[in-house]
């Protein structure tokens, strides 16, 4: 109970109708279909190459993850969108590769389902990300960190004699338009960003340095 006590004290959940609920649920599950599709539509020849790269990488999928979280009605409820949402990308990702590309992989399959399995958890905290007091501007610090990470390392994403080198500007500029979304959506009170901007430069430097995406990801996703 003080547990829960504290927890309303950085944000009070809300009590949604059942068609509230049902709605949201429906609501993140067609979306994350959606975008399953889309992020294997533009996996292929002939697309501009910007999308793939979009598509391909961590920040895009956290970015939203944090927007469906955090404008959830509660945090048990921004956990099971979440699941909903994830589990619709995959699904619908994995069928079009087995049945159209004819190819699976094994290996990439489990370990996005892993994450998928433990998206929830991280959900359940982010959606106090738009509350009040130190522990929400923390909260929203770390997917801000995630997209400065990524960001920066977009540096490495392809060597300068590569055709599209071109991107990493445009891809950079991409990656900050997500993190002032953020930073100027999630929080309530904007002042708030002067709190999560310090926290978020020190643990993105701290995750390039002992390249903490690339030990995560690597060989998983373009991160490099």
Known sequence: MEILNELNKIRTEKNPTNSQRLYSLVYATVLGGILG???????????????????????????VAVLVSVFSYSPKLAAVKIFFFFSSLLIVYYLYTVFFLHFFSVKETLFWGICAVLSPICAYVVWFARGNGYVASIILSLPVAVLLSEGYELRNAYLPEHEHYYLVPILMGIYLIMVLTLLFVVPEKKIKSLIV???????????????????VFGGLNAVL
């Open 37 to 63: 599709l889309a992020a294997k539509l533009v996996d292929t020849q002939g697309i501009n190459p910007l999308f793939d790269d979009i598509g391909g990488r961590l920040g895009i999928w956290i970015f």
């Open 197 to 215: 901007v310090p926290i978020a430069l020190m643990l993105s430097y701290i995750m390039i340095y002992f390249n903490i995406l690339g030990k």
